[in-house]
């Protein structure tokens, strides 16, 4: 099966070449430029961009974006699916800045995956979740993003610090747990 993976993040692409390595799914990435969509919640905006990213590309294959959103309790649930947006502006810096005087430190990652499928026009979602809690201050020089401010429950390490623990427990990998379990599916 061949899907294109419209994204402008190579760390997402390193990610999810290390998940589905070893398994028959040809992936090749997509360079479009679709408009953010403004939800709450990842798996309505994953849902949208894979639409406007297959009619975007002109491609007659399937079309997979993921999306991702890091979800605080003490804020409400912010920065949630403007994870993105608020990590270009104010880095985890930011959110420890946000988050100083705040004892409540609990925290989800959730990740989307939605392909859209040009035959029948059918959007199909995938997701993972990862609990855990947001640390005081940034440790270790791994992975992206939120990792250095990340601990996953039952975990004393960031995901920057313990890259092997992300890459077996991660709501990245989860949502691609899925993803395979559907495949499987569709070949028998």
Same mark, same amino acid.
């Given at each position: 099966?061949?899907i294109?993976?419209?994204?402008? %993040?190579d760390?997402?692409v390193?990610?999810?070449?290390?998940?589905?390595?070893?398994?028959?799914?040809?992936?090749?990435?997509? %360079?479009?430029?679709?408009?953010?969509?403004?939800d709450e919640?990842?798996? +309505?905006?994953?849902?949208k961009?894979?639409?406007?990213s297959?009619?975007?590309?002109?491609?007659?294959?399937?079309?997979?974006v993921?999306?991702?959103?890091?979800?605080?309790?003490?804020? %409400?649930?912010?920065?949630?699916?403007?994870?993105?947006?608020?990590?270009?502006?104010?880095?985890? $810096?930011?959110?420890?800045?946000?988050?100083?005087?705040?004892?409540?430190?609990?925290?989800?990652?959730?990740?989307?995956?939605?392909?859209?499928?040009?035959? %029948?026009?059918?959007?199909?979602?995938?997701?993972?979740?990862?609990?855990?809690?947001?640390?005081?201050?940034?440790?270790?020089?791994?992975?992206?993003?939120?990792?250095?401010?990340?601990?996953?429950?039952?975990?004393?390490?960031?995901?920057? $610090?313990?890259?092997?623990?992300?890459?077996?427990?991660?709501?990245?990998?989860?949502a691609?747990?899925?993803?395979? +379990?559907?495949?499987?599916?569709?070949?028998?």
């Amino acid at each position: 099966m061949e899907i294109f993976f419209a994204t402008s %993040n190579d760390n997402k692409v390193r990610e999810f070449g290390h998940a589905l390595k070893d398994f028959d799914l040809k992936i090749k990435r997509l %360079n479009v430029n679709v408009p953010e969509t403004d939800d709450e919640d990842v798996e +309505d905006v994953a849902r949208k961009k894979a639409r406007d990213s297959f009619e975007a590309a002109g491609v007659d294959s399937p079309v997979m974006v993921e999306d991702s959103g890091l979800y605080v309790k003490s804020l %409400n649930g912010f920065p949630g699916s403007m994870s993105g947006f608020f990590i270009k502006k104010c880095g985890e $810096e930011g959110l420890l800045k946000l988050m100083k005087n705040l004892d409540n430190r609990k925290a989800f990652f959730k990740t989307s995956i939605a392909i859209y499928f040009p035959k %029948n026009g059918d959007v199909k979602t995938f997701s993972g979740k990862c609990r855990g809690k947001i640390s005081r201050d940034k440790r270790g020089s791994g992975g992206f993003g939120y990792d250095p401010v990340f601990i996953p429950e039952n975990h004393e390490n960031t995901f920057a $610090e313990d890259i092997e623990t992300k890459k077996r427990i991660s709501h990245r990998k989860k949502a691609v747990d899925e993803l395979k +379990d559907f495949i499987n599916n569709e070949k028998s």
